[in-house]
């Protein structure tokens, strides 16, 4: 079944350190998304990438960095400029002018406690 | 004041009642989601719309666009459709990206 994979699921980390978060998708999804979510708001955008080799920072990029290097993968690295890297971390990917318009699909997300 | 507010922040039903979710959104669109998100985290599209109505088994969506307003239907409900339910909105002008803007989600819990 095609879908997006992230990994790991639950990751601890200490404050200072830098740590990647994975997202592979094989639905050949052209655009893919990194969201942050904390408690009581809304899903927010960090970083958003419509091709390969190419990505844009999204409403809260500060303090993180992606790569685009295969249509399939789309890390995320949180580095020890974000000062509040606590969260749950949601890849999306979409596939922009399909019949169908602009489908999303999400991964089961990452939770990061750093402490 | 957000640009995508929900409506109520937290419901309880009992099993077999008719609930709705509500979600105004303040710019101009070009598509709305509906996604569901369980304890363990993960998301799952339930509709997007940009007219009109959907169905999908127990579950309605509708959307005016002029009122700039859309509606979640759960037809006889049960306990596991406890979750919370998240509007997002595709403003028009993004471009060839998809980006999001998210509601604060819909907390339901459904009980026997």
């Known amino acids: 079944d095609g879908g997006i994979t992230q990994s790991p699921k639950y990751l601890f980390r200490k404050e200072g350190q830098n740590v990647t978060l994975s997202c592979e998708q094989n639905?050949?999804?052209?655009?893919m998304y990194w969201y942050r979510q904390d408690p009581g708001q809304g899903l927010r955008l960090i970083y958003y990438?419509?091709?390969?080799?190419?990505?844009q920072k999204g409403d809260i990029a500060e303090g993180y960095s992606v790569s685009r290097e295969k249509k399939e993968s789309f890390p995320l690295t949180v580095t020890s400029a974000q000062k509040n890297p606590t969260a749950f971390y949601l890849c999306?990917?979409?596939?922009?002018?399909?019949?169908?318009?602009?489908?999303?699909?999400f991964g089961s997300g990452t939770r990061l406690t750093v402490v | 004041k957000n640009e995508v507010e929900q409506s109520p922040q937290n419901l309880t039903a009992q099993e077999g009642e008719f609930i709705t979710i509500n979600c105004s959104y303040s710019?101009?669109?070009?598509?709305l989601h509906w996604l569901q998100q369980h304890p363990g985290g993960g998301i799952v599209s339930l509709f997007m719309?940009?007219?009109g109505k959907k169905k999908h088994g127990r579950l309605i969506a509708t959307i005016n666009i002029q009122e700039k307003h859309s509606s979640l239907h759960i037809t006889a409900s049960h306990p596991r459709d406890s979750a919370v339910y998240i509007c997002?909105?595709?403003?028009?002008?993004?471009?060839?990206?998809?980006?999001?803007?998210f509601g604060t989600g819909t907390r339901l819990q459904v009980t026997l």
């Open positions: 990438s419509q091709i390969v080799n190419d990505f």
């Open positions: 710019v101009g669109i070009s598509a």
């Open positions: 997002a909105v595709r403003s028009v002008g993004t471009g060839t990206a998809s980006k999001l803007t």
């Open positions: 999306a990917s979409s596939m922009p002018g399909t019949a169908s318009g602009y489908g999303y699909t």
């Open positions: 719309l940009s007219s």
């Open positions: 639905l050949n999804h052209d655009a």
